[in-house]
């Protein structure tokens, strides 16, 4: 029999090459792949969180990362699922803005201020709602719509980065964002593909993926993963900037092969109380 419990270090591996039996054929064995899921307790929280929202009222919105990374083969290496649970000063503000019928103001970054931060650290205040993307509002028919990103772009929609550093609330760009290219280092952004949505059980949910390319010639370690999305808060109506509005800090990192692809996808719910 062979042995298909081989322990999966956190870095890919090669295939273990076996001899078995009298003929000595040689066989491959694959590694297991890497599966991480929340933990039961906080899949519990996040069940309680919707049924306290749903029995009092409240629009609860909840979001779920989920990171599937291949060899060149198409065979699994890592598949994990996680929780987001850090949003940033930018999405209360912006939310604050639009449920509150608040116009953007204040000249700080700070609580009671209602403004954003570009990711280029550049503190926008203007003079009106703060909103995605400009007058026409088209969220999702376009590669370049709400929270899409184009091919090649890693300025906008689902974003990758090689940073572990811890989250901060006031965090307003990954702390180190991979760069889109074929170089050390770098990934190929594709295309973000158009949102799929669901309606079952009272939940509403719509998920945004996007692949990421390896052709370096090297691993490339992935840490953190952020929604960039368009905004704007001008009376210049198509003038939209680029804002981080969720970081979150991987447990443990994602080693992308060489020829290696990883799918991102970022499972958005809203329960709705009928």
Same mark, same amino acid.
């Given at each position: 029999?062979?042995?298909?419990?081989?322990?999966?270090?956190?870095?890919?591996?090669?295939?273990?090459?076996?001899?078995?039996?009298?003929?000595?054929?040689?066989?491959?064995?694959?590694?297991?792949?890497?599966?991480?899921?929340?933990?039961?307790?906080?899949?519990?929280?996040?069940?309680?969180?919707?049924?306290?929202?749903?029995?009092?009222?409240?629009?609860?919105?909840?979001?779920?990362?989920?990171?599937?990374?291949?060899?060149?083969?198409?065979?699994?290496?890592?598949?994990?699922?996680?929780?987001?649970?850090?949003?940033?000063?930018?999405?209360?503000?912006?939310?604050?803005?639009?449920?509150?019928?608040?116009?953007?103001?204040?000249?700080?970054?700070?609580?009671? =201020?209602? %403004?954003?931060?570009? +990711?280029?650290? $550049?503190? #926008?205040?203007?003079?009106?709602?703060?909103?995605?993307?400009? !007058?026409?509002?088209?969220?999702?028919?376009?590669?370049?719509?709400?929270?899409?990103?184009?091919?090649?772009?890693?300025?906008?929609?689902?974003?990758?980065?090689?940073?572990?550093?811890?989250?901060?609330?006031?965090?307003?760009?990954?702390?180190?964002?991979?760069?889109?290219?074929?170089?050390?280092?770098?990934?190929?952004?594709?295309?973000?593909?158009?949102?799929?949505?669901?309606?079952?059980?009272?939940?509403?949910?719509?998920?945004?993926?996007?692949?990421?390319?390896?052709?370096?010639?090297?691993?490339?370690?992935?840490?953190?993963?952020?929604?960039?999305? =368009?905004? %704007?808060?001008?009376? +210049?109506?198509? $003038?939209? #900037?680029?804002?981080?509005?969720?970081?979150?800090?991987?447990? !443990?990192?994602?080693?992308?092969?060489?020829?290696?692809?990883?799918?991102?996808?970022?499972?958005?719910?809203?329960?709705?109380?009928?």
């Amino acid at each position: 029999m062979l042995k298909t419990d081989i322990p999966v270090p956190s870095d890919p591996v090669p295939t273990v090459r076996v001899r078995t039996g009298v003929d000595r054929i040689i066989r491959t064995i694959k590694p297991a792949p890497r599966i991480i899921r929340p933990t039961p307790e906080e899949d519990a929280k996040f069940a309680q969180l919707r049924e306290l929202g749903q029995e009092l009222h409240i629009p609860i919105l909840t979001h779920k990362w989920r990171f599937v990374n291949r060899d060149r083969d198409g065979n699994v290496v890592d598949d994990v699922e996680m929780w987001a649970d850090s949003f940033v000063r930018n999405a209360y503000n912006h939310l604050a803005s639009q449920m509150m019928s608040k116009n953007g103001d204040g000249a700080a970054f700070t609580g009671g =201020d209602i %403004n954003f931060t570009q +990711v280029s650290s $550049t503190l #926008v205040t203007g003079n009106r709602g703060i909103r995605i993307g400009d !007058a026409n509002q088209n969220l999702e028919d376009t590669a370049t719509s709400g929270l899409r990103g184009p091919a090649a772009d890693n300025g906008r929609g689902i974003v990758v980065g090689s940073s572990a550093t811890a989250f901060s609330f006031e965090h307003t760009a990954l702390q180190a964002i991979i760069a889109e290219g074929t170089a050390a280092g770098q990934l190929n952004y594709t295309a973000q593909t158009a949102l799929a949505d669901a309606f079952a059980a009272l939940v509403y949910t719509v998920t945004h993926q996007r692949f990421f390319n390896n052709n370096s010639g090297g691993n490339v370690s992935v840490n953190e993963v952020g929604m960039y999305l =368009d905004m %704007n808060n001008s009376t +210049v109506v198509t $003038t939209v #900037v680029p804002v981080m509005t969720a970081r979150d800090v991987l447990g !443990a990192t994602i080693v992308v092969p060489d020829t290696g692809q990883l799918d991102v996808s970022y499972d958005m719910a809203l329960t709705f109380p009928a």
